[in-house]
């Protein structure tokens, strides 16, 4: 149970930081024991928003909340640069309010693969429209679970920067009927090479393709302009690779 003070806190904290349904919570260091006094203030039915961006938030924290039923509003959610881990993300995979979740951001918060493939293997987030799990270490078991969900069907983002992905993983989305939706997709900071590149440029169904980024991988010359010139991707706007 939360202090009295802990309360009064984070009733001061609503009060300053939430308006027209988002509650804006990034930076202000409320660890577990402020998710902790958050749950018991019992305001959460009001929020559709909730950045929780660099918040000190591990898995103790994080499991209770994505185990409450307050947040059936709830639409986007930010939790970059915390550390919810495995244990964090296999509860989140299970969340009373991922159903209606149309944006989920967890960037910087120690998943392995174990909470990854939880994650995508969920049958919960069928409206989800951006993932980013950028500077995890997911790996290509997720990728490729996440390519071969019927789950993740609207999904228009997909951030994947740094997150050890291989040609491997690469070759399985680009065959995805999941993810034929996709429009926005970062795959920078990875090991790919010209099988990446290759997979891409000849994909069957990421054919909605607008941006790609792919900076900082081992892509030569020829893969790119294997993707520039390619009809499998007649709507790409931006390539990055530098």
């Known amino acids: ?47 559709e928003n909730l950045d929780l961006t660099r918040n000190q938030l591990t898995w103790r924290g994080a499991v209770p909340l994505f185990q409450t039923t307050q947040l ?6 930010y939790l970059g640069d915390n550390t919810i881990e495995d244990k964090g993300a296999i509860a989140l995979a299970e969340a009373p309010f991922a159903e209606n979740l149309v944006q989920l951001d967890l960037r910087f ?15 919960h987030y069928k409206r989800l429209q951006i993932l980013i799990l950028q500077e995890n270490f997911t790996g290509d078991e997720t990728l490729i679970a996440l390519a071969k969900s019927k789950s993740f069907i609207n999904l228009r983002k997909l951030n994947v920067y740094r997150t050890q992905i291989t ?3 690469i070759k399985v989305m680009v065959k995805s009927k999941a993810l034929k939706k996709l429009k926005h997709l970062n795959i920078a900071r990875n090991v790919l090479k010209i099988d990446a590149a290759m997979a891409l440029a ?41």
Request: hydrophobic share 35%.
């Open 202 to 242: 000849n994909t069957t169904t990421l054919n909605d393709l607008e941006t790609i980024l792919m900076y900082d991988t081992f892509v030569p010359d020829v893969g790119v302009q294997a993707m520039l010139n390619s009809p499998a991707l007649p709507k790409l706007k931006t390539l990055r690779l530098t």
């Open 1 to 47: 149970m939360a202090t009295q003070t802990k309360l009064d806190y984070i009733n001061r904290l609503f009060d300053e930081c939430f308006e027209d349904g988002s509650l804006e919570l990034k930076g202000k260091f409320i660890g577990d024991e402020g998710v902790e006094a958050l749950l018991e203030c019992g305001r959460l039915d009001q929020v």
């Open 72 to 77: 059936q509003q709830l639409k986007r959610l």
């Open 167 to 169: 040609d491997k993983g």
């Open 109 to 123: 918060n120690d998943i392995y693969p174990k909470g990854g493939l939880a994650l995508v293997q969920s049958e």
